[in-house]
């Protein structure tokens, strides 16, 4: 059975870091494309970043986010991370991590971790 | 970024209803077009990817059309657990683009 299982999340404030992880089971992340969305309070959904298959991957990001996040996965436990830092208030929002094929789109995605940035 | 401009923003039906959600691409995106419903608390949950394909699992009443900018997704009966909130995602290039979603409750 595949699962995405996302932790990390919480209350930071503006300025700080989080580390987001997406443990994965049921296939590999090392060959497949992943990424993170995120989800405002009550708005739409965002798409972050994603990190290509195989040794090289290579990544790309939102504009949004650029410079700030990093994307990387573990081989070892099968993880997707995600190293937030200069966090903004506008970063505030639930985060997902997605399995992305590049033709049939994102089919599976993880249960989301809430990522709230306050003073 | 491609821009995906999705209507109506919301709409109010009832079971049975057959109901069309329109998005329309800001340029041609080779049918590299998906849908996904979101219920409140909950992850997105495919639909339909490459415009017209219906994911594993998904019930045959819904649907999905379109090429080049302009894309459907119809629900041919309403069941109860249909009402919830819809985007359309386009997958062609990064960065990945959604509509803003379409809110569909009961009237």
């Known amino acids: 059975e595949v699962q995405l299982v996302e932790s990390g999340g919480g209350l930071v404030q503006p300025g700080g870091s989080l580390r987001l992880s997406c443990t994965v089971s049921?296939?590999?992340?090392?060959?497949?494309?992943m990424s993170w969305f995120r989800q405002a309070p009550g708005k739409g959904l965002e798409w972050v970043s994603v990190i290509y298959s195989g040794d090289g991957g290579s990544t790309s990001y939102a504009d949004s986010v650029k410079g700030r996040f990093t994307i990387s996965r573990d081989y070892s436990k099968n993880t997707l991370n995600l190293q937030m830092n200069s966090l903004r208030v506008e970063d505030t929002a639930v985060y997902y991590c997605?399995?992305?094929?590049?033709?049939?789109?994102?089919?599976?995605w993880g249960q989301g971790t809430l990522v709230t940035v306050s003073s | 970024a491609i821009r995906m401009t999705q209507s109506p923003s919301s709409f109010s039906a009832s079971t049975g209803d057959r109901v069309t959600v329109t998005c329309r691409a800001s340029q041609d995106i080779n049918g590299y077009v998906a849908w996904y419903q979101q219920k409140p608390g909950k992850a997105p949950k495919l639909l339909i990817y490459?415009?017209?394909r219906l994911q594993s699992g998904v019930p045959s009443r819904f649907s999905g059309s379109g090429s080049g900018t302009d894309f459907t997704l119809t629900i041919s009966y309403l069941q109860s657990e249909d009402f919830a909130t819809y985007y359309c995602q386009q997958y062609y290039t990064y960065p990945r683009t959604f509509g803003q979603g379409t809110k569909l409750d009961i009237k």
């Open positions: 997605a399995r992305d094929l590049i033709t049939d789109a994102n089919d599976y």
């Open positions: 490459a415009a017209s």
């Open positions: 049921g296939f590999t992340v090392l060959s497949n494309y």
